[in-house]
């Protein structure tokens, strides 16, 4: 199995670049963002605490992102592998996950990161919140506050990996195929 953690803050590339991975090497893609944002689209209990903290920039509580990707790896046991984009955002989350893989005996590949600086991402995100829909990414203060928590409380989490000797970064600045091929490269020695 191969399992990737795609890592890098709000704007960096991950659910683009996720797309091709997904047509390459045939994985399925578990977007936290995304599941939540379907939960949100169906006007579930769990959709609309979530709203509330997403629109703020904060993240939502540890149990329930480890729940909805626990249930995810349930229903898709005959996978070839997994594409972790916006997951694990803290150490909790990334000591939950080592634990749910621990079960399936499928450990993280590795973690692939994606270097893109503060001013670049505003700029990322300001633009695709004018056709995003996404009442987080139109309004500069709130995305600053996703960058600060993402420095505060997901940052840490690259050192997890590190300490298995898992981590690899990559330059986020570039043309999307340019990038692309970085995280082939990668991937190919896995
Ligand atoms: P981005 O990486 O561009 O900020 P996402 O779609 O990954 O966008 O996440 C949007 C919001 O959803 C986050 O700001 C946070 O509130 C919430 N969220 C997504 N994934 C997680 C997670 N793993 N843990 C906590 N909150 C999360």
């Known amino acids: ?3 990737l953690v795609l890592f890098g803050p709000p704007g960096a590339g991950k659910g683009t670049q996720s797309q091709k991975l997904i047509e390459k090497y045939g994985l399925i893609h578990l977007s936290t963002g ?10 579930t209990e769990l ?20 729940g909805m990707i626990s249930h995810k790896l349930d229903a898709n046991r005959d996978a070839k592998g997994f594409i972790f984009d916006g997951f694990p955002r803290t150490v909790a989350q990334a000591e939950a996950l080592d634990k749910l893989l621990e079960s ?18 505003e700029k990322r995100l300001l633009l695709r919140g004018k056709d995003s829909g996404r009442p987080d990414d139109a309004n500069p203060e709130v995305i600053r506050k996703r960058i600060k928590e993402y420095n505060d409380k997901t940052a840490p989490v690259a050192g997890f990996y590190k300490n298995q000797n898992k981590f690899k970064s990559i330059n986020g600045i570039g043309s999307v195929g340019e990038i692309f091929d970085g995280i082939s490269n990668v991937i190919g020695s896995y």
């Open 104 to 121: 399936k005996n499928a450990p993280i590949s590795v973690m692939i990161a994606l270097e893109v600086n503060d001013d670049e991402l």
């Open 47 to 66: 959709g609309l605490e979530a709203k509330k903290l997403m629109d703020h920039g904060i993240l939502v509580p540890d149990e329930v992102v480890i």
């Open 1 to 3: 199995m191969l399992n």
């Open 34 to 43: 995304d599941l939540l944002r379907s939960e949100i689209t169906q006007g």
